[in-house]
T-cell receptor, first 114, second 114 residues
Framework: EAGVAQSPRYKIIEKRQSVAFWCNPISGHATLYWYQQILGQGPKLLIQFQNNGVVDDSQLPKDRFSAERLKGVDSTLKIQPAKLEDSAVYLC????????????FGSGTRLTVV | AQTVTQSQPEMSVQEAETVTLSCTYDTSESDYYLFWYKQPPSRQMILVIRQEAYKQQNATENRFSVNFQKAAKSFSLKISDSQLGDAAMYFCAYGMEYGNKLVFGAGTILRVKS
């Protein structure tokens, strides 16, 4: 079974620029998550999708972050404009859905904002 | 809101010895799930062990076992016969149900000495 794919693996941008991350979940996984992991901290949920609908985006800074999951498969997370404090690893994860045990993380994208 | 606390930023253990990583959490729920994840430098989160709160028996997976104290809201991880490959960041995580969002602690860096 293929894992959760993420790209790019690394990205360096200047503050006020925009950036986008891509995630391809495991086939058949209905739920997709984006987590932000700042250095020295545990991952924090940014947004959760169930198929192509948003379940929880309460911790997503909506003035600069946006995410979409077209056709309930791939997802893109965008930051515009980026701030220095957005430097972090952005992890994507997917699961079969609520009540199901399987939960798989991707290897993340490390973003550095200079 | 649920919170997870890992009070040990860093731990060291001699190869073949035993080490225990601590985790406490706060919740008003009676049914929930607890996890330990390992994050090596590759950044991919790997599930080490999981515990259902309704089960009194502590979970065990080979060299890994937990001490789950529901009343004290404590969930520690014991690694026996430590190996060099165990060196990584370890995160304790809480979930209200399988296949839903996770709340993570800040992590504990485990160093294994040969």
């Amino acid at each position: 079974e293929a894992g959760v794919a993420q790209s790019p693996r690394y990205k360096i941008i200047e503050k006020r620029q925009s950036v986008a991350f891509w995630c391809n979940p495991i086939s058949g996984h209905a739920t997709l998550y984006w987590y932000q992991q700042i250095l020295g901290q545990g991952p924090k949920l940014l947004i959760q999708f169930q198929n192509n609908g948003v379940v929880d985006d309460s911790q997503l800074p909506k003035d600069r972050f946006s995410a979409e999951r077209l056709k309930g498969v791939d997802s893109t997370l965008k930051i515009q404009p980026a701030k220095l404090e957005d430097s972090a690893v952005y992890l994507c994860a997917s699961s079969l859905g609520r009540g199901h045990y399987g939960y798989t993380f991707g290897s993340g994208t490390r973003l550095t904002v200079v | 809101a649920q919170t997870v606390t890992q009070s040990q930023p860093e731990m060291s253990v001699q190869e073949a010895e035993t080490v225990t990583l601590s985790c406490t959490y706060d919740t008003s729920e009676s049914d929930y799930y607890l996890f330990w994840y390992k994050q090596p430098p590759s950044r991919q989160m790997i599930l080490v062990i999981r515990q259902e709160a309704y089960k009194q028996q502590n979970a065990t997976e080979n060299r890994f076992s937990v001490n789950f104290q529901k009343a004290a809201k404590s969930f520690s991880l014991k690694i026996s016969d430590s190996q060099l490959g165990d060196a990584a960041m370890y995160f304790c995580a809480y979930g209200m149900e399988y296949g839903n969002k996770l709340v993570f602690g800040a992590g504990t860096i485990l160093r294994v000495k040969s």
